[in-house]
Nanobody, 124 residues
Framework: QVQLVESGGRLVQAGGSLRLSCAAS????????MGWFRQAPGKEREFVSG????????SYADSVKGRFTISRNNAKNTTYLQMNSLKPEDTAVYYC?????????????????WGQGTQVTVSS
């Protein structure tokens, strides 16, 4: 099993930048894809970005393309989400999740391990 802890969420002004981190522990010798999700108050959890084990395959939601960048450092067991040009609509609790496959899953149910979330608030 993989345990995940997000960090880096905070209050930031619109147009600003923020970097979230996701530290993994447990059976980190396994190969697994990682994903970032977010959930705003009263809304469904939505996919933000995903990255394969090797980092060779990356995907983004249309709403964040060109603004967010996902990366990972497997030696440090850490996945990152660099968020630039932040907008008030980016305000949400951000979660990282680990799959049980090296490729990015198609279905959210294939992400088996989840962090507790970190709050990102973008003021106008």
């Amino acid at each position: 099993q993989v345990q995940l802890v997000e960090s880096g969420g905070r209050l930031v002004q619109a147009g600003g930048s923020l970097r979230l981190s996701c530290a993994a522990s447990g059976r980190t010798f396994s190969t697994y894809a990682m994903g970032w999700f977010r959930q705003a108050p009263g809304k469904e959890r939505e996919f933000v970005s995903g990255i394969s084990w090797s980092g060779g395959s990356i995907s983004y939601a249309d709403s964040v393309k060109g603004r967010f960048t996902i990366s990972r450092n497997n030696a440090k067991n850490t996945t990152y989400l660099q968020m630039n040009s932040l907008k008030p609509e980016d305000t949400a609790v951000y979660y990282c999740a680990a799959a049980q496959t090296p490729w990015i899953p198609t279905m959210i149910g294939d992400f088996k391990s989840w962090g507790q979330g970190t709050q990102v608030t973008v003021s106008s």
